[in-house]
């Protein structure tokens, strides 16, 4: 007997889950710096980035990146709406993704690109929310 499959979400409901689940990651890196765990932190920066990413990626183009490389590539898109802050904050959340592995970043690294990728995150769900009908 077939299974029924999973309700497909709608484009706004879908980039809308990746920036309620980056704002959740970004909750959460905040515990984690609270308890110095730094490369928890720091990993859950860069998810909240990527999924920022994917959420304007998908609101602006109709497509979800993949994979890093596809992230690498669409940030020049978020960039030309949003201002090329918007690269360097990526390459420092994409620190962060490094740091989970190599355990390299100060408390104060994390804590500055934290707050980088919060603007990020803000600014993209304050643009998107002008996409929504």
Not at 3 to 19: G, R
Not at 21 to 36: D, I, P, S, Y
Not at 104 to 132: C, G, N, P, S, Y
Request: charged residues 35%; glycine residues 2%.
């Amino acid at each position: 007997m077939p299974t029924a499959s999973p309700k497909e979400l709608s484009p706004n409901e879908s980039y809308n889950k990746h920036l309620e689940e980056a704002q959740q990651l970004l909750e959460q890196a905040k515990e984690e710096l609270k308890k110095q765990n730094l490369r928890q932190a720091s990993e859950k920066i860069w998810g909240a980035c990527a999924l920022a990413i994917k959420a304007h990626a998908m609101a602006r183009k109709g497509i979800k990146p993949q994979s890093h490389k596809d992230l690498w590539m669409y940030k020049e898109e978020a960039a030309k709406e949003l201002g090329n802050w918007i690269k360097v904050a990526f390459r420092q959340a994409n620190l962060m993704h490094v740091n989970f592995y190599e355990d390299m970043a100060t408390r104060e690294d994390v804590e500055e690109v934290l707050k980088e990728v919060e603007k990020l995150v803000k600014t993209i769900k304050e643009t998107l929310k002008t996409h929504q009908k």
